[in-house]
């Protein structure tokens, strides 16, 4: 009787644990997209911008500067990529 209820208990927290492992792994899945959708959005706003400091005439210093600043704030996002990458695998 004893083993049995031990057995069925077991059971539970083994299901319990899968549904939070699903459930963690849907969310790691969400914030991997999330975060290759921003860098996406930021590669493309780099673009332009690179685009536009060609056709300046002066350069396009503010440009530059702009893009020196996209890619300091692009960087934990790739960082975080790979650290929820590595964990998800």
Known sequence: MVQ???EKMFQADRENAKGQ??????????HLDLTKRRQE????Y????????????DGGDQQTLAIKKIEEQSR?????????????L
Not at 41 to 44: I, L, M, P, S, V
């Open 41 to 44: 959005e930021t590669g493309r």
């Open 76 to 88: 934990p996002l790739e960082a975080d990529q790979v650290s929820c990458g590595v964990m998800f």
């Open 46 to 57: 780099k673009q332009g911008l690179q685009e536009e400091a060609e056709d300046e005439e």
């Open 4 to 6: 049995l209820r031990s």
């Open 21 to 30: 492992l699903q459930t963690f792994d849907t969310k790691i899945q969400r």
